[in-house]
């Protein structure tokens, strides 16, 4: 049963490209989180959705960053214009259930390092 | 809003010895308490997790993590230390009711010598 896949693992751009980080969640999971990790902190929460929906973006900054999970295919977080800020280690979870009858427990992916010079 | 500091950003013990990874958490209600594991090349993995129920939480590959709400920690601790527990541990919060908002502290990276 394979995991939270994430790809591409490790990406390069510059200043002004576009990013695409992809994620498909576990065998079964409907819900998916974005988390990013800069460098020296914790991870932080950005964004959950489930299949066409987002439910909460409250972690997402305003511009530049987006989301989707459609009905077919991964999940994709998509960074506009990049810049050195972004670089980052970004996270995908998925979960089959979501708060009050969860476990609490979502399954990570191994991350997406962005790098942007 | 909840957070979460980790004490010790790098942890080295000899095999055969004590882990203690210190974590402490601030929070405006009862909080659900997480740690989770990362091995390189690894994603995170949950080890344990405390949600108001027995203060002492026994979690997987003998670690465990005790809460003390008068001292807001939920330290991890492990009697013996093996090879294989070299990894980055994470202490982590949930914000609110929601567990999947959660906060983590900065890790700690936890190395055995031989």
């Known amino acids: 049963n394979a995991g939270v896949m994430q790809n591409p693992r490790h990406l390069v751009r510059r200043r002004g490209q576009e990013a695409r980080l992809r994620c498909s969640p576990m065998?079964?999971?409907?819900?998916v989180y974005w988390y990013r990790q800069l460098p020296e902190e914790g991870l932080k929460f950005m964004v959950y959705?489930?299949?066409?929906?987002?439910?909460?973006e409250s972690g997402m900054p305003k511009e530049r960053f987006s989301a989707e999970f459609p009905k077919e295919g991964p999940s994709i977080l998509r960074i506009q214009q990049v810049v050195r800020g972004d670089s980052a280690a970004y996270f995908c979870?998925?979960?089959?259930?979501?708060?009050?009858?969860?476990?609490?427990?979502?399954?990570f992916g191994e991350g997406s390092r962005l790098t942007v010079l | 809003a909840q957070s979460v500091t980790q004490l010790d950003s790098h942890v080295s013990v000899s095999e055969g010895t004590p882990v203690l990874l210190r974590c402490n958490y601030s929070s405006s209600y009862s909080p659900s308490l997480f740690w989770y594991v990362q091995h390189p090349n690894k994603g995170l993995q949950l080890l344990l997790k405390y949600t108001s129920a027995a203060t002492l939480v026994k979690g997987i590959n003998g670690f465990e993590a005790e809460f003390k709400k008068s001292e807001t920690s939920f330290h991890l601790t492990k009697p013996s230390a093996h090879m294989s527990d070299a990894a980055e541990y994470f202490c982590v919060v949930s914000e609110d009711s929601n567990d999947y908002k959660l906060s983590f502290g900065a890790g700690t990276t936890v190395t055995v010598r031989a």
């Open positions: 959705l489930q299949k066409e929906n987002i439910i909460d």
């Open positions: 065998k079964g999971h409907s819900h």
């Open positions: 979870a998925s979960s089959p259930l979501t708060s009050g009858g969860s476990s609490g427990e979502l399954f």
